[in-house]
């Protein structure tokens, strides 16, 4: 997916969306340089051009999904909890297909590359702790702050580990469940 619709993606773009299918797919260990070249319509020299290394090829992926998690969420929005971390909900409930069928993209991405190498890890889990630290200043508008940590803390295993038994199964409606299950919990947490 590019950055705008009414141009032509840039090569980085392209090799960005490349890497973000192929990793979500197939994982980053098993992806290779030439195979997101080959998925981008380049060759591998000209992807070295824009990102010499895959770590810094994943550091473009990363932020990529921080963009697209911070535009889901109107992190720089001004609402309410109880709306804000609906949107999150929303977001987790709208993509319940293709996580069904790979995976959380954030979740995979950090148990991964947790197991692979540890310079790679603290990037990729910044993106999930990121999303729990937001989940906590949410609750903090309403809750104090030993509670809303382990209010975020719950909703987020929740949704976590809905998406790997979605994976497991394929069935994205044990997200739709947990998420309909969450939104009740939410209401009365908030309330």
């Known amino acids: 997916m590019s950055t705008s619709t009414d141009t032509p993606p840039t090569a980085q773009e392209r090799i960005v969306d490349a890497a973000l299918r192929l990793f979500e797919k197939h994982g980053y260990a098993s992806t290779s340089i030439a195979d997101?070249?080959?998925e981008a319509g380049m060759l591998k020299g000209n992807l070295a051009y824009y990102?010499?290394?895959?770590?810094?090829?994943?550091?473009?992926?990363?932020?990529?999904?921080?963009?697209?998690?911070e535009q889901a969420l109107g992190l720089t929005t001004e609402a309410s909890p109880a709306e804000t971390i609906e949107r999150l909900l929303s977001y987790v409930e709208t993509h319940a297909a293709e996580v069904a069928l790979s995976g959380c993209p954030i979740g995979s991405l950090a148990t991964e590359l947790g197991k692979l190498d540890d310079r790679l890890h603290p990037p990729a889990a910044g993106l999930l702790l990121g999303l729990q630290a937001w989940l906590r200043q949410q609750f903090e508008r309403v809750l104090p702050a030993a509670a809303a940590q382990d209010c975020a803390e719950h909703l987020l295993a929740?949704?976590?580990?809905?998406?790997?038994?979605a994976q497991a199964g394929r069935n994205a409606d044990v997200i739709r469940r947990r998420v309909d299950a969450s939104r009740a919990w939410l209401a009365g947490v908030l309330a």
């Not at 810094?56 to 992926?61: G, K």
């Open 158 to 165: 929740t949704l976590q580990g809905a998406a790997v038994l």
């Open 36 to 38: 997101v070249a080959a």
């Open 51 to 69: 990102y010499p290394t895959k770590p810094a090829l994943l550091e473009a992926v990363l932020r990529r999904r921080q963009a697209e998690l």
